[in-house]
T-cell receptor
Framework: TQLLEQSPQFLSIQEGENLTVYCNSS?????LQWYRQEPGEGPVLLVT?????EVKKLKRLTFQFGDARKDSSLHITAAQPGDTGLYLC???????????FGTGTRLQVFP | GAGVSQTPSNKVTEKGKYVELRCDPI?????LYWYRQSLGQGPEFLIY????????DSGLPNDRFFAVRPEGSVSTLKIQRTERGDSAVYLC????????????FGPGTRLTVT
């Protein structure tokens, strides 16, 4: 069974702080996606990383895919209250056409 | 354009009853996914359709769960003899080609079994 563990599970910080969320697995994925989900809504795709070692930036968010394509990280610089939400990583399996979602990191940014 | 829609948004039912949850994907999207999400957790894969056929139903927890997509568009997730443990948010997503392309999620149906 492919599992994606995220850490930390909860994160509560002040506006302006930096943070990193980790997504780890013992399995190799063909690609990895990061989503953000707000209460009462479905997840919304932030980014997809495909190549081992790939780094993508989306404004204040930096995403990295591990060299072995087993792990990923999301770094947020100067967090803002609008960044509050549930962050989910999701791996695309190399064998099947489905996504395996991580356990989630709930971020709360206080003004 | 219209996104993925799900109805009802909330469903409360008694233990043992039958429920149907509906998903309207984005027009033209051939792939449709159902997930189940418990509070504070990541979505759990249930079933994936490519067109009218279920390409992967390995996530359905047991034979009380069944899903159809008869015309390759709208899908219905059916749960028989509901149990309290079935309470969760059921999410539907569609994508143009499959896992290789972006999945667009609906807002979900919150199912509560009393």
């Amino acid at each position: 069974t492919q599992l994606l563990e995220q850490s930390p599970q909860f994160l509560s910080i002040q506006e302006g702080e930096n943070l990193t969320v980790y997504c780890n697995s013992s399995s190799v994925f063909s690609s990895l996606q990061w989503y953000r989900q707000e209460p009462g809504e479905g997840p919304v795709l932030l980014v997809t990383v495909v190549t081992g070692g790939e780094v993508k930036k989306l404004k204040r968010l930096t995403f990295q895919f591990g060299d072995a394509r087993k792990d990923s990280s999301l770094h947020i610089t100067a967090a803002q209250p609008g960044d509050t939400g549930l962050y989910l990583c999701a791996g695309a399996s190399t064998n099947t056409d489905k996504l395996i979602f991580g356990t989630g990191t709930r971020l709360q940014v206080f003004p | 354009g219209a996104g993925v829609s799900q109805t009802p948004s909330n469903k409360v039912t008694e233990k043992g009853k039958y429920v149907e949850l509906r998903c309207d994907p984005i027009s033209g999207h051939t792939a449709l996914y159902w997930y189940r999400q418990s509070l504070g957790q990541g979505p759990e894969f249930l079933i994936y359709f490519q067109g009218t056929g279920a390409a992967d139903d390995s996530g359905l927890p047991n034979d009380r769960f069944f899903a159809v997509r008869p015309e390759g568009s709208v899908s219905t997730l059916k749960i028989q003899r509901t149990e309290r443990g079935d309470s969760a948010v059921y999410l539907c997503a569609s994508s143009l080609l499959g896992v290789a392309s972006e999945q667009y999620f609906g807002p979900g149906t919150r199912l509560t079994v009393t």
